[in-house]
């Protein structure tokens, strides 16, 4: 599976960017898609992620201002990001991987960059 993410961009403090994560390849139906961050000196983390059947995983520091969401008919993730703030700043990663039996499938899209003026 192929993934490229878009959407990155310079935005102000508590502006808001949408970013795409398209998938492309031999997708199977059991399957879950996350978007991760690193930012400057950072270790990468997640920060949400969707299951094929719609169950969303939000991390705390984020809820209530990023949303993820996918149309599974295009294949394709997004991440609403609102009331961005500067530690938001990190390269953004959309992540693909199979849930169904093991050996679990795992593929990484190429970043996309966001950064956060403040």
């Known amino acids: 599976v192929q993934l490229q993410a878009s959407g990155g961009g310079l935005v102000q403090a508590g502006g808001s960017l949408r970013l795409s994560c398209a998938a492309s390849?031999?997708?199977?139906?059991?399957?879950?898609m996350g978007w991760y961050r690193q930012g400057p000196g950072q270790d990468r983390e997640l920060v949400a992620a969707?299951?094929?059947?719609?169950?969303?995983n939000v991390v705390s520091s984020v809820k209530g201002r990023f949303t993820i969401s996918r149309d599974n008919a295009k294949n394709t993730m997004y991440l609403q990001m609102t009331s961005l703030k500067p530690e938001d700043t990190a390269v953004y990663f959309c992540?693909?991987?199979?849930?169904?039996?093991?050996?679990?499938?795992?593929?990484w899209g190429q970043g996309t960059l966001v950064t956060v003026s403040s």
């Open positions: 969707i299951t094929s059947g719609g169950r969303t």
């Open positions: 992540k693909y991987w199979t849930t169904a039996m093991p050996p679990q499938y795992i593929s």
């Open positions: 390849g031999n997708i199977v139906s059991d399957n879950a």
